[in-house]
Each structure stands twice: as C-alpha cells, then as structure tokens.
C-alpha cells in the first residue's frame, strides 16, 4: 500500500498515516544511530541510544522532534528522485 493509498484526505501532507515511531525506525535503518546522531545534534541519538528514550525525548521536544520529521521528509523526497530517475 502506498503513502498515498494511506492518506486520501491529505495528499499533499508527506507525514499524514506516519508515526513518529515510524519515522525514527525508518531513519535508525537507513542512517544508524552514529550517523543520525551527526546529522541531528542532540544527546537521544548519540549517548546511549534507543528507540524508546529517542521518542520519549522527541515527542516532549517539538524543536527536536520538528527536525527530525524535516530530515525524514528529505531523506523520502531524496530517495524518490532516485528511483524516478
């Protein structure tokens, strides 16, 4: 099923149907937690990290959690441009 498919009412939203839970595993599988930590600067990622604390932390900190949301948004417009061309 596509983003598309999940999210009729709001198809110019990139992030409707998709969980923060989601975004961070996504982001974690693709990046790593060394390489997520240097592109996002903040403590969650690169002292002692995990999932949990990672969304404990991100869904108290919108400024935290509006960065990573920005990078994910990338990351899916990035890959796009890939496979299309």
């Not at 403590?43 to 108290?60: E, M, V």
């Not at 400024?63 to 796009?80: P, T």
Request: with cysteine.
């Amino acid at each position: 099923m596509t983003h598309q498919e999940l999210s009729p009412t709001q198809p110019n939203n990139p992030l409707h149907g998709i969980t923060l839970e989601m975004i961070l595993n996504e982001l974690v599988e693709r990046y790593g937690w060394d390489e997520l930590s240097q592109k996002i600067r903040i403590r969650c990622f690169a002292n002692n990290p995990s999932i949990t604390s990672s969304l404990t932390f991100l869904r108290r900190t919108p400024w935290a959690r509006e960065k990573v949301e920005r990078l994910y948004v990338f990351y899916k417009w990035k890959l796009s441009k890939k496979t299309k061309g």
